[in-house]
């Protein structure tokens, strides 16, 4: 199939980053994320949009949250210039799911399955360096050095964001406003639902399989 429109849903630490980009490398098509999409439209025009700033990067440099009406049409614009796409980390809400409903038709929803404790395990186990980014886990991608970055010699480190409280506040965050986007999409005749359990190798088959059923 050439050019499939494909909507990746899981909640923090599923998966979705490293299946969006296999996504994007199998098919030839654009790996859509909501930051990307603001990092390279923050100079579009939303001065007819009644917001408090002319561009998106106005709301950036501020440290202001781009409001929803701009990060919709942002994405419209994103989608309107692929040819196929990986929608990853958007829409959010059920809101900004039925906004999408009027940008674009979905050839398959793929919603990756784990379960919250596990979530947890691999969040708050994860390490990044902090000179290059590079991510391990320190039971299921550990460097070869313990607290060393294989790429580049830095330090790893815990984000803020990853110890354990922080990890179940953004997983009830997910199962308040997104969790009810995976159950919108049920029904959808592209809708498959992947175990995010498996192995990366393993969710990708299941990945690839859904993909070449549905997307025509």
Same mark, same amino acid.
């Given at each position: 199939?050439?050019?499939?429109r494909i @909507?990746?849903?899981?909640?923090?630490?599923?998966?979705?980053?490293?299946?969006?980009? /296999?996504?994007?490398d199998?098919?030839? =098509?654009e790996?859509?994320?909501?930051?990307?999409a603001?990092?390279?439209?923050?100079?579009?025009?939303?001065?007819?949009?009644?917001?408090e700033?002319d561009?998106?990067?106005?709301?950036m440099e501020?440290g202001d @949250?781009?409001?929803?009406? =701009?990060?919709?049409a942002?994405v419209?614009?994103?989608?309107?210039? $692929?040819?196929?796409?990986?929608?990853d980390?958007?829409?959010?809400?059920?809101?900004?799911a039925?906004?999408? #409903?009027g940008?674009?038709?979905?050839?398959?929803?793929?919603?990756? &399955?784990?379960?919250?404790e596990e @979530?947890?395990? !691999?969040l708050?186990? !994860?390490?990044?360096?902090? &000179?290059?980014g590079?991510n +391990?886990h320190?039971?299921f /991608?550990?460097?070869?050095?313990?607290g060393?970055? &294989?790429?580049?010699?830095?330090?790893?480190?815990?984000? #803020?964001?990853?110890n354990?409280?922080s990890? !179940? /506040?953004?997983l009830? =965050?997910f199962?308040?406003n997104?969790?009810?986007?995976i159950?919108? +999409? #049920?029904?959808?005749?592209?809708?498959v639902?992947?175990d995010g359990?498996q192995?990366?190798?393993?969710?990708?088959?299941?990945?690839e399989?859904?993909?070449? $059923?549905?997307a025509e």
């Amino acid at each position: 199939m050439s050019n499939p429109r494909i @909507l990746i849903l899981g909640p923090p630490g599923a998966g979705k980053g490293t299946q969006s980009a /296999n996504l994007a490398d199998a098919y030839g =098509v654009e790996h859509v994320t909501t930051g990307d999409a603001l990092r390279a439209n923050k100079d579009m025009d939303i001065s007819d949009m009644d917001t408090e700033y002319d561009t998106p990067r106005q709301y950036m440099e501020a440290g202001d @949250l781009v409001p929803d009406a =701009v990060v919709n049409a942002i994405v419209d614009e994103a989608l309107s210039q $692929a040819d196929g796409f990986v929608l990853d980390g958007y829409p959010r809400n059920l809101e900004q799911a039925e906004e999408l #409903e009027g940008m674009t038709d979905l050839d398959v929803i793929l919603s990756l &399955d784990v379960s919250r404790e596990e @979530l947890v395990d !691999r969040l708050t186990g !994860r390490r990044v360096c902090d &000179d290059c980014g590079a991510n +391990y886990h320190v039971e299921f /991608n550990q460097p070869e050095e313990a607290g060393v970055c &294989d790429e580049c010699g830095g330090d790893l480190i815990q984000r #803020e964001d990853d110890n354990e409280e922080s990890v !179940r /506040n953004r997983l009830d =965050v997910f199962d308040e406003n997104t969790a009810p986007v995976i159950a919108h +999409y #049920e029904d959808h005749d592209g809708f498959v639902a992947v175990d995010g359990e498996q192995t990366p190798d393993e969710v990708w088959a299941d990945i690839e399989s859904a993909v070449d $059923a549905h997307a025509e």
